[in-house]
């Protein structure tokens, strides 16, 4: 595995692979890596000849107030993981190398970035398309593979490569759990014991409402279902059933769902989602 710090030396090594026909796959993260990250990696591996993974802790995806400085730096054991997996290239660029003219965007996400997370981190999915795009400009990766428990920031890349015409193909895995379902996260680190045995249950609840809604429940009679469940637990940032293609309502003959919720608890905030198939509509 080659690290490289700039993009003047990864480009020269990406440029001789491209001159052999090998294909690029790109596994952007934050590092705080986890079996999540590694099925991406894996992933990557099954679409091309040379994977590079990048670590970057994004300045601008994060608000004033969020967790920017302390968000887990386990920069020894991703290195190892990394190295154990055989990639071909870590890239850690430092900011100056990312945003060598500064952090103002020119890309906006619009309508799909202001709802769900997007209602309560205004700014962060224009921080995601910013240095995602950047990412894009600088690896020219063939293939790019994200995580589907951000769905909403995997919707949102999608349409960034098709609004900007870029020749990339977005691939995705689903959430890794843990054995007792929760959704693998850089930030369980920050659960405390007692709540990391509470945190299961958002899960539960997810699973739940999928089943009621399996078993015929009216859509808004369950959101509500799911709504009163997670209280009790959980202070709910937004718990919706939604058509997964794009976010929006469900209609008579919307048949791909998602169950999507985000919820705080003892200073941690947890974001988790459902995608299933309604059958006979
Ligand atoms: O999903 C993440 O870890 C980040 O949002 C990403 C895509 C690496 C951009 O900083």
Known sequence: MQIF????????????????????????????LHDGHLSLVAKAKNL????????????????????????????????????SKKIDVLFIPSKEEIYPHGTES?????????????????SHFDGVAQVVKRFFEIVKPNYAVFGEKDFQQLLIIKSLVKNLHLDIKIESMPTQREHDGLAMSTRNKY??????????????????????????????????VGINSLSKSFEVEYFEVLNANNL??????????????????????????????RKNV
């Open 248 to 277: 929006t309502q469900i209609e008579t003959k919307t048949s791909e769902i998602i169950i999507i919720s985000a919820i705080r608890f003892g200073g941690t905030r947890l974001i988790d989602n459902l995608v299933f198939r």
């Open 191 to 224: 659960l405390s014991d007692i709540d990391r045995e509470r945190a299961p249950h958002f899960y539960s609840v997810l699973s739940a409402i999928r089943d009621l809604i399996l078993g015929g429940k009216d859509i808004s009679e369950a959101r509500e």
């Open 106 to 122: 020119d890309y906006k996400v619009g309508a799909i970035g202001q709802i769900l997370c997007g209602a309560f981190r205004p």
């Open 5 to 32: 710090k700039k993009q003047k030396d990864l480009n020269l090594f990406l440029e001789s692979e491209r001159e052999k026909s090998n294909s690029i796959a790109l596994v952007p993260t934050m590092g705080g």
């Open 48 to 83: 091309a000849e040379i994977v590079v993974v990048s670590i970057f802790v994004n300045p601008t995806q994060f608000a004033r107030g969020e967790d920017f400085d302390d968000y887990p730096n386990t920069f020894e054991n991703d290195k190892f993981l990394l190295e």
